[in-house]
T-cell receptor, first 113, second 115 residues
Framework: LAKTTQPISMDSYEGQEVNITCSHN???????ITWYQQFPSQGPRFIIQ???TKVTNEVASLFIPADRKSSTLSLPRVSLSDTAVYYC??????????????FGTGTLLAVQP | DSGVTQTPKHLITATGQRVTLRCSPR?????VYWYQQSLDQGLQFLIQ???????AKGNILERFSAQQFPDLHSELNLSSLELGDSALYFC??????????????FGEGSRLTVL
C-alpha cells in the first residue's frame, strides 16, 4: 500500500543542522514534494517545494534523489522557535485511480537550548 | 496571517447533531481543500473544490459533504456526528487546480468537539 512515512520525533540543540527524511515509495511521476511546518493549534505553513535534486530558499533546503522515493528537509542552525511538527506532502499514485494528496505522518522536532 | 478565514474557531456539540464549518479562501484563490486532523490520524485530506466544482476526493465519510459557492467560499457539513469526529478541521486554498502544485495556504482551523 502506497504510503508516506517520517520519523515520529527528533531532538536537536540550538545552532545545529537538522535533517528530516520522508519516504514516499509510490510518488506520482509529475508532482512536487512539499514540506510544511505546523505549530500547536495552527494551520500548517509552507516551507519549501521541489521536484528533483536540490532546492534552497531562505529557511531550508530540500534534497530529492533521482528515484524520488524519499526527500530530506534540511534546516540549518535551528533555533528554539523551530520546535514544531514538520510534514512532507506528496501526491501518491494509486494505480490509475484519482491520485491522493497525502501528508506524511509528521515529525516532531524538539530544539533544546 | 495566511489570508484564509475559517469559522467558527471552536464548536462543541452532541452526538447525532449536524454542524457546518465555513471557509473563505485567500483573495484570488480558486481551489479550496478540507483536511481533518485528529490525534491518532494526522492530517487527512477530505476533499478539494476548484472554482465551484469538486476536483478531488479523499477519505471523506458519507456523513460529510462540502460545497463551494460562486463567491468561492466553501462549507463543510458534518452530520450524524460521532465522538470520533472530534478533530481540528482545516481549510486551505490555492491558486491552482491540480492537487499538488504550488503552495497551500491554511486557515487556523475549526476545532470540533463532539460530546
Amino acid at each position: 500500500l502506497a504510503k508516506t512515512t517520517q520519523p515520529i520525533s527528533m531532538d536537536s540543540y540550538e545552532g545545529q543542522e537538522v535533517n528530516i527524511t520522508c519516504s514516499h515509495n509510490n510518488i506520482a511521476t509529475n508532482d512536487y514534494i512539499t514540506w510544511y511546518q505546523q505549530f500547536p493549534s495552527q494551520g500548517p505553513r509552507f516551507i519549501i517545494q521541489g521536484y528533483k535534486t536540490k532546492v534552497t530558499n531562505e529557511v531550508a533546503s530540500l534534497f530529492i534523489p533521482a528515484d524520488r522515493k524519499s526527500s530530506t528537509l534540511s534546516l540549518p542552525r535551528v533555533s528554539l522557535s523551530d520546535t514544531a511538527v514538520y510534514y512532507c506532502l506528496v501526491v501518491l499514485n494509486y494505480g490509475g485511480a484519482t491520485n491522493k494528496l497525502i501528508f506524511g505522518t509528521g515529525t516532531l522536532l524538539a530544539v533544546q537550548p | 496571517d495566511s489570508g484564509v478565514t475559517q469559522t467558527p474557531k471552536h464548536l462543541i456539540t452532541a452526538t447525532g447533531q449536524r454542524v457546518t464549518l465555513r471557509c473563505s479562501p485567500r483573495s484570488g484563490d480558486l481551489s479550496v481543500y478540507w483536511y481533518q486532523q485528529s490525534l491518532d490520524q494526522g492530517l487527512q485530506f477530505l476533499i478539494q473544490y476548484y472554482n465551484g466544482e469538486e476536483r478531488a476526493k479523499g477519505n471523506i465519510l458519507e456523513r460529510f459533504s462540502a460545497q463551494q459557492f460562486p463567491d468561492l467560499h466553501s462549507e463543510l457539513n458534518l452530520s450524524s456526528l460521532e465522538l470520533g469526529d472530534s478533530a481540528l478541521y482545516f481549510c486551505a486554498s490555492s491558486v491552482y487546480s491540480t492537487v499538488n502544485t504550488g503552495e497551500l495556504f491554511f486557515g487556523e482551523g475549526s476545532r470540533l468537539t463532539v460530546l
